[in-house]
């Protein structure tokens, strides 16, 4: 253009100036880039640590946590069709371990499994299954020539209190050594886990916690702030799948006596006094309404009938026919127990003497 004279001399030094005023705004800016990096990083840098007297606060709970998790373990449980998972600890330094029934059984999927322990230490082993309770949903495997097991210290749950401070231990969707941390929000919780089975109702009498279990977590101990073992999480109500703070634990009062009749005669019987019943829908009236009393049964013997309301079993308040359940198992088997019942209005006591069924 210059040569071919089309642009004047005033109008080409202004395209020059132009030019020279990007080239300096850009130079600048690149140089304002280049001096930001430069500002983002240094050679001399400080981080501060934390001061190592400084007293730290106490954490009982993972002290609780370090003495129980050795004796807890991660079961999976497969067969060629489906896999499952779960929690449990060791009871016996013999390799006992106790865990749920529906953790073994893959809840009834499957009857004869192959099951493996994890322990803590990542030592596998492969397990047998000694004797189950599907009325209580309790479970007893045995594992052998594992060395230097950890056993769970069982403590009484009698003595349980609602508000005292737990500890949950086990693998919560698959992770296993998860500890999670609550209260004990309700004692003798009577929880019916599913359908009636042959071996009877599947009913507990519960610990109600609200520290978070979830699926996994069931076979898993729920622990006292001494490091008592004193249930062993086996349900939760939920509506999303997950926790949302209402889990309950077998009683281990109830573990301990069922895990010692697994492990000495593989099989354990529960007292009743041979009745079906369900929950009274009378709202002048609290209790368990008699449906059928069997022929021959303790309850016929008694003078017991279909339309009675039980209120009471010995000094237990019967409110369901599942309260019904736990409290008769309650009163245990060959013993005179008073039960108070309503009928045709009138409030009277006859003496039933349960037997093992």
């Known amino acids: 253009a210059l040569f071919e004279r089309r642009l004047s001399r005033q109008a080409l030094g202004a395209a020059a100036a132009a030019v020279a005023v990007i080239a300096l705004v850009g130079g600048g800016i690149g140089a304002i880039v280049a001096d930001s990096a430069r500002v983002l990083t240094t ?47 060791v009871i016996d330094p013999q390799g006992y ?21 994890v322990f803590t230490d990542g030592t596998r ?16 495997l045995k594992v052998d020539g594992v060395q230097n097991l950890t056993v769970a210290t069982l403590g009484d749950s009698e003595r349980v209190e609602v508000g005292e401070q737990v500890v949950a231990i086990g693998s919560p969707l698959g992770l296993a050594r998860t500890v999670t941390e609550g209260i004990v929000s309700a004692t003798e919780r009577p929880i019916a886990l599913g359908e009636s089975t042959s071996d009877g109702d599947v009913v507990i009498d519960a ?17 006292d ?17 997950g926790s949302i703070g209402l889990g309950f634990a077998i009683p281990v009062n109830d573990v301990r006596a069922i895990a010692t009749s697994l492990m000495t005669e593989g099989s354990v019987r529960h007292a009743t006094i ?67 019942v309503i009928r045709d209005g009138s409030r009277i006591e006859v003496t039933v003497r349960p037997v093992l069924a």
Do not use: C, W, Y
Not at 107 to 113: F, N, S, V
Not at 207 to 223: F, Y
Not at 230 to 239: A, E, Q
């Open 125 to 140: 082993a492969s397990a047998e299954l000694v004797g189950r309770d599907p009325a209580t949903d309790l479970a007893v």
């Open 207 to 223: 610990i109600q916690t609200d520290a978070a279990i979830n699926p996994g977590n069931s076979g898993g101990p729920l622990i």
């Open 43 to 89: 050679s001399t840098v400080r981080i501060a640590d934390a001061p190592t007297n400084v007293l730290r606060p106490d954490n009982p709970v993972g002290e609780v946590a370090q003495r129980v998790q050795p004796a807890v373990v991660n079961i999976q449980v497969s067969t060629p069709s489906a896999r499952g998972e779960g929690s449990g600890i």
């Open 225 to 241: 702030a001494s490091g008592a073992v004193i249930g062993i999480n086996t349900s939760i109500f939920t509506r999303t799948g």
């Open 274 to 340: 041979g009745v079906n019943a369900r929950k009274a829908d009378n709202g002048d009236v609290e209790g368990a309404e008699l449906v059928n009393v069997r022929e021959g049964s303790p309850a016929l013997e008694a003078g017991l009938r279909e339309g009675d309301v039980v209120t009471m079993i010995g000094e237990r308040r019967v409110r369901s026919s599942d309260e019904l359940i736990v409290a008769v198992r309650r009163a245990g088997a060959d013993v005179d127990v008073p039960v108070e």
């Open 97 to 117: 371990i106790v865990t749920n029934n529906h953790v073994v059984t893959m809840d009834g999927a499957a009857d004869r499994a192959d099951i493996d322990v």
